[in-house]
């Protein structure tokens, strides 16, 4: 059986995994645990879900509801949702679809029912070939020999490791936005009448309440995203500082004298594929000349969970096609 080694634990990653054929398949992941942005922090006695957020429940997957329900990696929430709060927009019911227990649900019981072996807190390094079969080195380790090797991992991470074998200066690169990300724990309630909504300044993009989601916790708890152009421009800024700015903008926008119980924040360099691989070549993946090395992620198709699940499963058909 052929050997084959998945560098990442994102939903791309276990959507390839899955959308595979059985074969010998080992994973390796730099964190300690799956996931990649579909992660949820916790702190204190606080749950924050920080990078993905939720699943549209018209997102146009087929199969992908089907199977997170199978699993019992989510659940349907009715939200109250404002799609413009700065302009004062209607609130209107949405069905959405989150985590079971916050959305790293999603990738932990997905990554449980593989069943594959899998080397967490593993930062691959380089990739050698030898008698044409390949190995994983990180700073200690040794890793192999593999058949084929899928770097399911940021497209500039995946270019570091693979320009050996592949000429990136041929390849057009898909452009990201960043964004900075901050979760806060309030004292007293903000009296919203939505659970999340977009646009409340002109430099908070996106909050999210979080108590209807864990339900765990008293204070009044929130996700808030800064606006991609904010980011860039304040991309350095001193965490603390903008934690103090955004409490500031929160308290300004609803009225409230609420006191911040706890503040955290967390910088995503490659939030949000702006333009998509398969926008700007027409492809769906990268590969080596001898078909045995693959690069992709979300970003080959979009910034959401349905394209890295579509990435998965695209190469899957394709790569089963061609070597099986």
């Known amino acids: ?34 996931g990649g942005r579909l992660s949820t922090r916790r702190h204190e006695n606080y749950m924050f879900d920080h990078g993905a957020h939720f699943l549209k429940e018209d997102h146009g997957m087929n199969g992908l509801t089907e199977f997170l329900e199978k699993i019992q990696a ?31 649900s999603i990738p932990l019981k997905f ?6 072996p899998t080397h967490f807190s593993k930062k691959i390094d380089t990739i050698e070939n030898s008698n044409q079969q390949y190995f994983l080195k990180t700073k200690e380790e040794t890793f192999g020999p593999f058949d084929f090797i899928f770097c399911c991992i940021p497209f500039e991470q995946s270019k570091k ?24 724990a309030l004292d007293k309630r903000l009296g919203t009448r939505f659970q999340f909504g977009y646009h409340l300044t002109p430099e908070i993009s996106f909050l ?11 204070e009044e708890c929130w996700v808030v995203n800064m606006r991609s152009e904010w980011t860039k421009k304040y991309y350095n800024i001193e965490p603390y500082v903008l934690e103090d700015y ?31 691989f398969k926008e700007i070549s027409q492809r769906n993946f990268i590969q ?18 349905q394209d890295a699940w579509l990435a998965g499963k695209k190469l899957a058909k394709v790569f089963s096609d061609l070597q099986l």
């Not at 990554?111 to 594959?116: D, F, I, Q, R």
């Not at 999210?208 to 008293?218: D, L, T």
Request: with cysteine; proline share 3%.
């Open 208 to 218: 999210m309440n979080q108590n209807f989601k864990h339900e765990i916790f008293n």
């Open 246 to 276: 955004v409490v500031d903008q929160i308290k300004k926008a609803f009225n409230s004298d609420a006191k911040a119980t706890f503040k955290k924040s967390h910088r995503w360099r490659y939030a949000y594929a702006k333009q998509s």
């Open 161 to 184: 490791l693979l320009n050996t074998f592949i000429d990136y200066s041929a390849i057009p690169e898909p452009t990201f936005d960043s964004i900075w990300t901050v979760m806060l």
């Open 1 to 34: 059986m052929k050997k084959i080694a998945i560098i990442g634990t994102g939903l791309s990653a276990l959507s390839l995994a899955h959308h595979l054929p059985k074969l010998d398949i080992t994973f390796f992941e730099k964190s300690w645990r799956p």
């Open 74 to 104: 989510i659940k349907f929430a009715e939200t109250d949702f404002c799609s413009n709060i700065l302009h004062g927009q209607l609130i209107e019911k949405k069905t959405i679809i989150i985590g079971q227990n916050g959305i790293e």
């Open 288 to 305: 080596s000349i001898d078909n045995k090395l693959y690069a992709l992620g979300d970003w080959c198709e979009g910034p959401g969970m």
């Open 111 to 116: 990554h449980t029912y593989l069943k594959y």
